[in-house]
């Protein structure tokens, strides 16, 4: 039981800390693993992997090789663009849930809009709605509901569009930067 303690709490203390960014994985001389957003001097000969945002493995550099450099920058430069394109899915995501919000909203308004057509024809057997002489005159309640409705189709109407316009706005910025990073990458380097 008490080794079961120490490997859980040794296993929570070698979790990859959280944020963005690349996470380095190396194994020091006693055989633990350490986690960090760089390595420190006297293992940067070491093998060790490098982690994306969520702690999935996306490189690996191998330990006294004289190509070890170009390994980790080939793998710095993976993990940066697994980073990159974990963004992208993330603004997919949120645009996901925009157009969740829009189409919940539309349906709300077309509810309100069912709603205020039956309290329309109601009104219609009032006055002064009613060609009826003899009508009755509109129950305050029912002239309390309809302008309620109303405005709150108005209102539904008004935070719909302004919806709309944030989703634009994000497909928009979406758009520019996947451009600037089909830029950035299709760039000569030096």
Known sequence: MLAGLAIAGTARAGAPPAGGGTVYKWTDEKGVVHYGDSVPPQYAQDERSLLNSQGVEVGHVSGNSATGSSERIRAEE???????????????????????????????????????????????????YS??????????????????????????????????????????QFEADIARYRELTTKPRS
């Open 78 to 128: 993976l993990a940066r663009q697994k980073a990159q394109h974990d963004q992208f899915l993330l603004r997919d995501e949120r645009l996901g849930q925009i157009d969740g919000q829009l189409r919940a909203s539309a349906a709300y308004i077309d509810s309100l809009g069912t709603r205020l057509s039956t309290l329309v024809d109601r009104t219609s057997h009032f006055k002064p």
């Open 131 to 172: 060609s009826d002489t003899n009508a009755r005159r509109m129950p305050d309640d029912l002239a309390e509901e309809l302008v309620s409705v109303s405005s709150e189709a108005r209102n539904q109407r008004r935070a719909l569009e302004a919806k709309r316009k944030e989703e634009s706005d994000m497909r928009a």
